[in-house]
């Protein structure tokens, strides 16, 4: 039986995270021998995921990640803290699993600082939700070792 996964996206993005997900799930799930069926949805902006979300994990999916870009400006940062919050609020309604992958766009640099923070995120996630639902011992090992999506890694420090 094939593991339903919501992928939810934006239209605001600058980026198609979606499909950078989507690509790294499939390539991974071939690999390992895991059954996926990936339910996409893009809707406009990041408030928007939250109802989204919600149809899809009601449509049967297990689990789920979401992508979004909120701009730089201070409403764009509200807007997106109002979005994380339905995005929690969906999780915790549904017990279901959720990523949620934000990439603000003024994390970038550049344009190309922008789209490489853009698809390292999306993809080490679509791993991080994969490892979730199939190898959870995958997290387990990397606990503590400073691992980061989207940027290089933090030190480790030994405690």
Known sequence: MK??????DTMFA????????????EKNAKKNNWEIE?????VPGVKDIPVALSQLLEQGCQAGIVFGMPGSA???????????????EVQLMTRKTVLE????EDE?????DLAEVMHNRASKHALNLLWMIFKPEELEKRAGSGERQGRENAEQVML
């Open 38 to 42: 990936i339910m996409r949805k893009t």
């Open 74 to 88: 201070k409403v764009d940062k509200t807007c997106s803290h109002e979005a994380s919050l339905g995005i929690q």
């Open 101 to 104: 992958v934000f990439v603000h």
């Open 14 to 25: 600058r980026g198609d995270m979606g499909k950078v997900c989507i690509e790294t799930m």
């Open 3 to 8: 593991t339903k996964i919501a992928i939810i």
């Open 108 to 112: 970038g640099k550049d344009d190309k």
